[in-house]
């Protein structure tokens, strides 16, 4: 069976059929477990290290610096000999911590973009599984990412972290809103919850092109919510290095401060993927309406390139944001959220449901 | 009415701001190339050109004939605000006037005292010492940091008007 690059169905397929031939039916179903588990092990671990070093070289361009030139061509190593120093390193807990909540918190923040991370579409036929409320669940286990965070604030016995846990909870709750409600758009405009049936929605244009102004505004406001909930860029008052050190993971060293750092990067390409599939058309190609010879045109490109080239994308854009803007104020942030985003995406997707009742979007 | 004119008036001036920070931010990424700042020290050491502000480590410079500008007038060692600075200058009986006059002996400088704040160079009347522009000056022993600025066998500059 040959491996084509532009659907991957047939593939998994095939793989799927050989191990329920060779194997008994229980057995077969693990090792595809065990396979699935491995890979999402193997492509978290891939990205959070490109991620740290795409992050730390476009910041050092925005700086007028150069960036990790060292270890590797270009420094492309310097990740891989980071992580290597931190998982050597002690993984000390402090005195009076609680040492059973303290050493759970790296895993529950990891724990959410697990879940997450098998749920999205990365390409046609390249998805884990495509549940029929997929939308909803990926929203739902995002927000236990901050139940990591509250944890670790609290168990660490240090102000630092306390306050940063609490300014992180305040945001990633009121953020939650705005994101929530601008994903809504989308759903009502595609009548779905399935990542599957949104990208199919989208064959002949993205909803960014064919929903016009609530579409564009609810864009926007994801960007800004998203980047809110990754606690990245003018939010990052949970860590506030200026203020709070290092905010919630003050006290946190070794693999378990790693779990922390990579888990930041994890969620940032989940809020990525999720403003890509949504608004951008995910893997799907950039087809106009029934211009047949440009759709098959632009088909000729693989849908996974087509995925990688908007993520790549958004992330360049947040990253411009975080090395660009100032970081709010505490009060700032609240106001921003409840005066501003979520009176304007309510209006929004009211304006959303009545534009697509009259049916007047492409 | 103003209220909800102001209301829309902050999301837009707000946006067009944040527009114009990242357009500035966006011009540094665009001509990152150009305009990095960074010094690649160990490696450009061959190429490496200080500010001309830069204070580095007071020297005395020497003419090809080992002569010097100073007099010995000790204006620099009472300038310097933390004794880094000691003058041995003995007086001695001028033959040709009968006149005693300093001749420095041993112009000591402790590098180790030194916060390199200028005042000595400025206090100096007749330009004798300079602050030079190296700055690769860490020794294994403290001594080495005590030094001696005019070379030996050296001899104050005629030329030079006390």
Redesign the interface.
Known sequence: MLLSIYDFSEFFQSIDNWLTSTFPEPIASLIGWVLIGVTAIGFVAFLGLSLVYVERKIAAWFQQRIGPNRVGFQGILQTVADITKLMLKEPLSPGNSDKFLFNLAPFIMMLAPFLVISMLPYAKGLQVMDMNVGVLFVTAVSSVGVLGILISGWSSNNKYSLIGAMRSGAQVVSYELSAGLSLMVIIVFSGSLQFGEIIESQATGWWIFRGHLPVWIAFVIFLIAGTAETNRGPFDLAEAESELTAGFHTEYSGIKFAFFFLAEYINLFIIVTLAVTLFLGGWMPLHIGHWEAFNNIADIIPSFIWFVGKVSAIIFLLMWFRWTFPRLRIDQLLTLEWKYLLPISLVNLVFAAFITLMEWHF | MSQIRNYFKN?FTGLRS?LK??T???Y??RN?RK????Q?YPDNKASLKMFDRFRGIVVMPHDENNLHACTGCTACEIACPNGSIEILAPREVDPETGRKKRVINQFVYHFSMCTLCNLCILACPTDAIKMDQTFEHSVYDRSLLTQILNKPGSKLDPNVKE
């Open positions: 999301i944040l920070g990242m500035v931010t966006g540094y990424f990152a305009e990095i700042i960074t690649q």
